[in-house]
């Protein structure tokens, strides 16, 4: 499967971006999905993560209650919902897909990953 994410740009601190990512080549509705982010210098880190049937999620606590994951299988699309933005926040984000064991599983560790896109720049600036 081949995922592309798009919607990144440069926000000011308080605003909202949605993510999306699109897989091509297989379904997305046959993953469990994730979202990860990597600030320049820094090691890749967990954003969050859905299950192969969008019941179950997580989130990491920086971003807990701010960020919000969802997924239109019909569409082969996972959404990131990033509100109340922060110049922390600032990364190359990236989703990631995962052929899971059980339908209702999420996955928050980037080496359970199979695939990955290329990511898309988020800059907030304060």
Not at 40 to 58: D, L, M, P, Q, W
Request: net charge neutral; with cysteine; glycine share 10%.
């Amino acid at each position: 499967v081949q995922l592309v994410e798009s919607g990144g740009g440069l926000v000011q601190a308080g605003d909202s971006l949605k993510l999306s990512c699109a897989a091509s080549g297989r379904t997305s509705g046959e993953y469990a999905m994730g979202w990860f982010r990597q600030a320049s210098g820094k090691e890749r880190e967990f954003v969050s993560a859905i299950s192969r049937n969008g019941i179950n999620t997580y989130y990491a606590d920086s971003v807990k209650g701010r960020f919000t994951i969802s997924r239109d299988s019909a569409k082969n699309l996972v959404y990131l919902q990033m509100d109340s933005l922060k110049p922390e926040d600032t990364a190359v984000y990236y989703c990631a897909a995962k052929t899971p064991y059980y339908t209702g599983t999420y996955y928050k560790h980037q080496n359970d990953y199979d695939y990955w896109g290329q990511g898309t720049q988020v800059t907030v600036s304060s």
